[in-house]
């Protein structure tokens, strides 16, 4: 719902007894997150928050106490922080959308290793650090497009995996046989820029590669 709303976040908001979601997505909200969003400890039931596309600036919150919590949806401000490490002990997170913020520090591997998440998405933030090498067996797309990531590819990832987006970043080496298969074989989507060593050519639709080769 498109919205203008500009007040701060009643604190009852976060006192419900029962299971419950948080969205308020297009507010445009120009002042800085309001302080009861990183006061969620009074929240132990949420079970989705979505501020997406807003103008929320400042850190991302520390924690969220919930045990409930399935999907967290910050996209689309303006946060300038690290990723908090408490995010990868989140053990019901299914979906985390943190796109297009200002996102600075190291990915945590833990991020990608939860129990029961199926969608990481930390697109077009300022992240360095090393490539995540291991992966969750019930995740299925990760997009670390645009950041300063760098490493290599991991030598095998999860037959779960439908999307796997890593162009724009700083990654050197070869295409491992594992990817190849799965994008071959028709069930995996990925796209990247990749400096690696030799061609490789596909001619599936499936694949979209894009290859700055170095011979």
Known sequence: VRSF???????????????????CRFARRFAPPPTTLYSLNTAPLLS???VSVNYLTGELP???????????????????????PSYADLNALEILLLSRNSLVGELDP???????????????????????SNYSESIDIVDLTFNYLNGTLPETISASFR?????DND?????????CDLVIAGSLQVRFSLVVVGVVLFSRPHAAFSFVVRL
């Open 5 to 23: 709303l500009t007040s701060r976040f009643a604190p009852r908001l976060f006192g419900h007894s029962q299971k419950f979601n948080l969205t």
């Open 48 to 50: 989705i928050l979505d």
């Open 62 to 84: 520390a924690s969220f106490v919930s045990p409930h919590l399935t999907v967290i949806n910050m996209r689309d401000n303006n946060f300038t922080s690290v990723i908090p």
């Open 110 to 132: 833990g991020l990608f290793m939860l129990p029961k998440v199926r969608e990481v998405d930390v697109s077009y933030n300022q992240l360095t650090g090393d490539i995540p």
């Open 163 to 167: 999307e796997f987006y890593f162009g």
């Open 171 to 179: 990654i050197v080496g070869d295409v491992t046989n594992a990817i």
